[in-house]
């Protein structure tokens, strides 16, 4: 007797992701704000009319969620395990070149992304905490030195409580905006709680886009030399 089970159809969405106007309608959506048709049309470079076909269908497979507003309506990504994956794919795709690259987004420039610091200020603070000796990489991992246990316990930062977590402790992660490593895993998640405490950064509206403050430029050149 054969047993039927269930198994995940990831090639149902990966062909619904891998259509290129979704594709970037997605992508354009990923720093967390509510876009309406006629903008994600516009940026996805395809008729108001088409995009609304694929933002149907991209609802329909609860990858987005659409906000009524009035006689209007806004989309957004769904959750954040939606947003985690694109930000996992994005991370393996290969980067495509385009004829006016023009100026980064915000998103690109800084972002929360796994509740840890990502984008060119996450790049360059985890370049600038181990150009100090502060991390050393050690395979895909980062490891504390020994003048690093120091000066994330005057953050007040325990590096001893944050490996009994049961998370990865401290990761490289690749970042798909830069291509290169950020800080991930429980210690780039406590040192990115930490910066939004001391109010060195902070959200950029309702987004995932985040952006350093005046004390948080004062602060990151005096302990990293970051500008």
Known sequence: MVSIGMEPDISSLAALIS????????????????????????RAGITRQTASSHL???TDS????????????YYRIANARVAELLESMARFAPPKET????????IQIARTCYNHLAGTMGVR??????????????GRDYQVTRKGAQ???DLGIDVKELRKSGRAFARQCLDWSERRNHIAGALGTA???????QGWIEHIRESRA?????LGRSELKLRLGLD
């Open 19 to 42: 259509e290129p106007a979704r594709g970037r309608i997605l992508i354009a959506l990923l720093d967390g704000r509510s876009l309406p048709a006629t903008d994600l049309a516009h």
């Open 56 to 58: 149907a269908k991209l």
């Open 62 to 73: 609860q990858l987005l969620q659409v906000i009524p507003q009035g006689r209007h309506r």
């Open 99 to 106: 004829d006016r690259p023009g100026p980064k987004s915000p």
């Open 125 to 138: 603070l985890a370049e600038a905490i181990v150009g100090r000796g502060l991390l050393r990489q050690v």
């Open 151 to 153: 000066w994330f316990s």
């Open 191 to 197: 040192l990115a709680e930490y910066l939004f405490e």
């Open 210 to 214: 985040v952006r350093v403050t005046e």
